[in-house]
């Protein structure tokens, strides 16, 4: 009976090591490969979100989010000292990009994106933002504390009505 105990002993440890050596699975594709040609890289097209408003933001990228408690836009403390009226904020998340769009609660305009990140390359790549582009502008934004240190990008739309 041994022999057989044995057997079976050594035929399910196999059967473990196999079924957990991944050698049967296909071939997984790292999310941080580029970009196969003539495919447009992951990420969301925020020159196409520049003239939507806050609603249709909402319908095309998906569900806002709350800004993180803490977070502070380092142009606010400027808005504040001005005395003018603050706009409302809320954070969009797509495709490993974050967003957060500053929109007038009443009127649901967009006034502006903030992009965050820390890699200016690679943020623009992932957004499909060209420096020089006749429809926006792309401004760096720095932290308040550091201010050697990149926050992320705002963009502006250059005309109001487009």
Do not use: K, W
Not at 70 to 88: K, V, W, Y
Not at 126 to 137: E, F, K
Request: hydrophobic letters at 45%.
């Amino acid at each position: 009976m041994r022999p057989i105990l044995a057997g079976l002993v050594l035929t399910v440890t196999a059967l473990g090591l196999s079924a957990c050596s991944g050698a049967h699975e296909h071939v997984r594709e790292h999310a941080t490969r580029a970009a196969a040609p003539g495919r447009p890289p992951a990420g969301m097209d925020v020159p196409a979100l520049l003239n939507l408003s806050f609603d249709e933001m909402n319908q095309r990228v998906g569900p806002p989010q709350p800004v993180p408690a803490g977070f502070a836009d380092p142009t606010s403390a400027l808005i504040a000292q001005r005395n003018e009226p603050m706009d409302s904020m809320a954070l969009f998340r797509r495709s490993g990009v974050a967003l957060v769009v500053a929109y007038n609660y009443q009127t649901r305009r967009v006034n502006d994106l903030l992009l965050l990140g820390d890699n200016e390359n690679e943020l623009m790549r992932r957004t499909h933002l060209q420096l020089g582009a006749d429809r926006y502008l792309v401004l760096p934004v720095f932290q308040a504390h550091q201010p050697t240190q990149l926050m992320g990008l705002r963009v502006l739309a250059t005309a109001l009505n487009q």
